[in-house]
């Protein structure tokens, strides 16, 4: 058994210069007034679309992420309905084998702290799991059998594109106190990471 933490990685090759003034190209047709564009102009014009409400203007950009979370988190990120989603299926991983070596990798819950009586029996629980996981698919279970048992702290990796508007919205929706903890943990450090690249786009959202 292996306990990780949640962590992402950026997969679209960004080149925020270059994406600033794609969008003002392609917002710039709406007023016919592209001769306004100079190199400097793309930053301003984005964040005027922004002010004004023209959000439609920035789905003409999309960004694609590795994130590696709980099944629990991936459940709910997977409702936002204008994204696509590539993630690891339970059904053809087999945790007992493979590259990954024997064994469950499990996502730590933040809000429960290493030591505690809860940490203490969030830890019997997953050994149990694990437990039971490799001893079904010892006995001939097929990694779509035996995922039956496995927990929602399992570790999972999933792939999800969206453009800068579905974006804004997920980390608007996800990065609020009602969000669950450990959804809001892994969108604080992609909102952080998104605000340093592009905060023409992201700097307003709170985390």
């Not at 709910?76 to 299926?89: G, I, K, N, P």
């Not at 990954?100 to 990798?105: E, K, N, P, S, T």
């Not at 702290?113 to 279970?141: I, Q």
């Not at 453009?163 to 809001?184: D, G």
Request: aromatic share 6%; glycine share 6%.
């Amino acid at each position: 058994m292996k306990i990780v933490s949640p962590e992402f990685e950026i997969l679209t090759p960004l080149d925020p210069a270059g994406l600033l003034a794609r969008l003002e190209r392609a917002g710039r047709t709406c007023y016919r007034s592209e001769e306004r564009i100079t190199p400097e102009s793309a930053a301003g014009f984005v964040r005027g679309l922004l002010k004004s409400g023209h959000l439609s203007v920035i789905e003409h950009e999309s960004i694609s992420l590795r994130i590696v979370c709980d099944r629990g988190v991936s459940h709910e990120l997977v409702r936002h309905r204008l994204a696509s989603f590539s993630q690891e299926s339970t059904r053809y991983v087999n945790y007992g084998r493979g590259p990954a070596g024997r064994g469950l990798v499990l996502v730590k819950p933040l809000f429960f702290e290493e030591g505690s009586e809860k940490y203490r029996l969030w830890l019997k629980a997953m050994a149990a799991a694990e437990e039971a996981y490799l001893a079904l698919t010892a006995a001939g279970a097929t990694a779509q059998e035996a995922r039956t048992v496995l927990p929602n702290s399992l570790a999972t990796e999933i792939v999800m594109t969206a453009n800068l508007r579905q974006w804004r919205h997920v980390l608007t929706l996800r990065c609020a106190p009602a969000s669950h903890p450990q959804m809001r943990e892994i969108m604080k450090m992609i909102l952080a990471r998104f605000q340093v690249l592009l905060p023409e786009i992201f700097g307003d959202i709170a985390a």
